[in-house]
Structure formats: C-alpha cells, structure tokens
C-alpha cells in the first residue's frame, strides 16, 4: 500500500555472529522494539524485512507524520533513555545505516511479501532525477504483473547530528543514502523482472550518470502499524 506518512527512516544492520545475538534481536524487535517505537506520537508504521540477497541481513523503515516527527523530543528522549534490552542488543550491531527521508512517491494497495530496495548515490540533477524516477515508477514499474507498491524518497541533509545514547551503543559512525527507491510485490520473481527490466542498473545509469547503485531483494519478516498496537490486547 501507499505509505502512511510524508516521513520515513530507512535502516539497514547486520548483527554479530555472537551466540544467541541474532535470534535475541528478532525477539527484541517484535516484543519491544517496533512496538515501543509505533507508540510514540507521529509513528505510523514500522516494517522488518530480512536479506534474499543483499548487505546488510536486515532492513527496517518506519513510516512518520512527517520527518520533523524523527527529530521530535518524544522520540530524542527514547533514543536518550534506551532499555536494558536495548543495551543488550544494539551493541551486537554491525553495518548499520541509518537514514531520515521525505517521502517524494508513494503508489499502492496492500503490503507486498517482498521488497526491492535500490540505494542511489552521487545524484547531479535531483529534480530531473525525481521526474524520470517518478515517471519510471509510476509508468512502467507499478504496472507490471505481481508489484503491490511503489516508493521514492530522498533522505534529507543535514541528516539529525545529535550525539545519542542509542547512537553511541552502535560504536562506528551510521552510514546514509541519498536516494532509495522500495519495489513492494508478491514474490522475489517479480522483483527480477523490475532489476532486468526499468530499474536494471543500466537503465538506472541512463537517468543519473555516474551514480552509484547498490540493490538487495528482502523478505517481510515484521509489520506493526499505529492502530494495531492501539487495538492489541
């Protein structure tokens, strides 16, 4: 479906090969984490996906009111005062990028069961490359058989510079992107046809010269939306 808000933060991580790290942030995410984060004002919805193929093994995104909601004292004052749990799991992660977006397309009905995210970076031209992307996505890609929904959005400069309690658990600096497209559809198979066809890396190259490309295919693992949490036992 269309995403719910004009806001999006887009993360990737891959986590430690320590004993029991891995399985422990997939139960930490659906018990505490995506729950604790969809409570807070101006959280919509947050998703979980996990690598076909593709670096990091993990990918996530909440949708937000707006992006001004990621920068929000309700939401500073949790990355400030993480949970034990949270301690406990954020340190074991590795690869981490981190990114807040305006949302600048957004076409759709219904989740798909798999997502194709396509980074770009080193854009000349952001409007041009916004028009053809658009025209792309809307035109050639919603169309085609199995695809569920479409998505464009930009991450914003600067991105929130504020040192962080949450921040300093993962260690290295979090990486950004620029641009990212998201290909919701039924099954990996149709995400092939988009990476041969309209959003191939040749074709990609044609619309933002120069650019770099990084694609990776990912499985819904986890989704948790505002009126779910409120209306859970």
Not at 33 to 53: D, Q, S, T, W
Request: glycine share 10%; charged share 20%.
């Amino acid at each position: 479906m269309a995403l719910l808000g004009q806001g999006l933060l887009a993360i990737w991580n891959g986590i430690s090969d320590a004993p029991g790290a891995e399985l422990e942030f997939v139960r930490w995410h659906i018990r505490e984490h995506i729950p604790e984060r969809v409570g807070l004002p101006g959280f919509l919805r947050g998703r979980r996906y996990v690598a076909l193929k593709g670096h990091p093994k993990y990918f996530n995104f909440y949708e937000t009111e707006s992006v001004r909601t990621l920068e929000s004292p309700a939401y500073l004052a949790r990355l400030n005062d993480p949970t034990p749990w949270t301690k406990a799991v954020v340190k074991e992660f590795r690869d981490t990028s981190r990114t807040l977006c305006n949302v600048v397309l957004s076409r759709g009905a219904g989740e798909g069961a798999v997502i194709l995210t396509i980074q770009v970076g080193g854009v000349a031209d952001d409007a041009a490359f916004a028009t053809a992307m658009t025209r792309t996505l809307i035109g050639e890609v919603h169309p085609m058989d199995g695809i569920t929904a479409v998505h464009l959005v930009k991450g914003t400069e600067p991105q929130m510079k504020a040192a962080t309690a949450e921040k300093a658990l993962r260690g290295a600096p979090d990486r950004t992107c620029e641009w990212l497209l998201l290909v919701e559809a039924a099954g990996a198979e149709f995400l092939e046809a988009v990476e041969a066809g309209p959003l191939s890396a040749a074709n990609l190259a044609k619309i933002a010269p120069g650019a770099g490309v990084t694609h990776g295919t990912y499985s819904l693992q986890y989704g948790l939306s505002q009126i779910e949490l409120r209306t859970s036992d």
